[in-house]
């Protein structure tokens, strides 16, 4: 049922715009899955002030804004709207909660759960540019242009999994992992910029940010080539690099990851379902 909701991603957007607006201070979602890892996209009066989860959202002069909900966000969250005559809402925004795979793996050699502190000063340097790229709220809806799959293959890896190392608890995953041999054309899930450009970090490789607007970003990871440039528009379907197995990876696979500012989302709930 979400997989069927997210196959109509954005698609009804401009018909929908044509409708009857919103009551004053109140907020209507043009589409969305409303889920762990997934989004949603309201209209209210153009102009209006909003709030989710305590986060200013841009609103457009259309009145659509974007919001998204992170792995491991709670069933109930808060949406805040005041319009230009100071009418004021506060509505809850319901998601479903989700069952995540969770591995255990023990007796790992130390080395292999903690790496060293060089190696841990550079992460987090690496870190500090994906964040940064994060932080975009661009005002153009180039997610208009609807969301197809960067590349097909192998599912191998999901969104939301986790492992526990020596009891100790890794980052979750948020991308989808997708088995294609070294050398396979990547290409833009959506129309967006280019927002990060880095050949070789030290856990994705290469990897590649694209701004799709209002803070949705996607992010491509252990590529072998990239064949964009930072600051570069791409179009739905542009060929943007390869797959590769750079970073650390077993083999070659594209990780594919959204974000909406800091919240991860799935992927997979952008896109029907692959070979559709």
């Not at 990897?207 to 607007?213: A, K, Q, R, S, V």
């Not at 970003?217 to 440039?229: K, P």
Request: hydrophobic share 40%.
């Amino acid at each position: 049922m979400r997989r069927a909701a997210a196959c109509l991603a954005l698609l009804p957007i401009l018909a929908l715009l044509a409708g009857p607006r919103p009551a004053a201070a109140a907020a209507e979602f043009l589409d969305g899955v409303f889920t762990q890892g997934g989004f949603a996209i309201g209209r209210t009066a153009p102009g209006a002030a909003v709030r989710f989860d305590g986060r200013t959202v841009q609103v457009g002069p259309d009145g659509r804004f974007v919001i998204g909900f992170h792995r491991d966000d709670p069933t109930e969250m808060t949406l805040e709207i005041e319009t230009t005559d100071g009418a004021a809402s506060t509505q809850a925004v319901r998601i479903e909660p989700r069952a995540y795979d969770i591995q255990r793996i023990d007796g790992l050699p130390p080395r292999k759960v903690t790496p060293a502190e060089a190696v841990l000063q550079r992460i987090r340097a690496e870190a500090d540019l994906v964040r940064a790229a994060r932080t975009r709220d661009s005002a153009p809806t180039w997610f208009d242009s609807g969301w197809i799959w960067p590349v097909e293959g192998r599912i191998t890896g999901v969104f939301g999994s986790q492992r526990v190392l020596n009891g100790q608890p890794r980052q979750p995953h948020y991308g989808i992992d997708i088995a294609a041999p070294t050398g396979t054309p990547v290409v833009a899930p959506a129309d967006g910029v280019v927002s990060l450009r880095h050949r070789d970090m030290y856990f994705s490789g290469g990897t590649l940010m694209i701004d799709h607007g209002r803070g949705l970003a996607s992010a491509f990871l252990h590529m072998e080539t990239i064949e964009v440039a930072e600051g570069e528009t791409v179009r739905q379907g542009q060929r943007i690099g390869t797959v590769g197995a750079t970073g650390r990876a077993t083999g070659p696979h594209l990780d594919w990851r959204v974000n909406w500012f800091g919240k991860r989302l799935d992927a997979a709930l952008f896109v029907p379902p692959m070979g559709e």
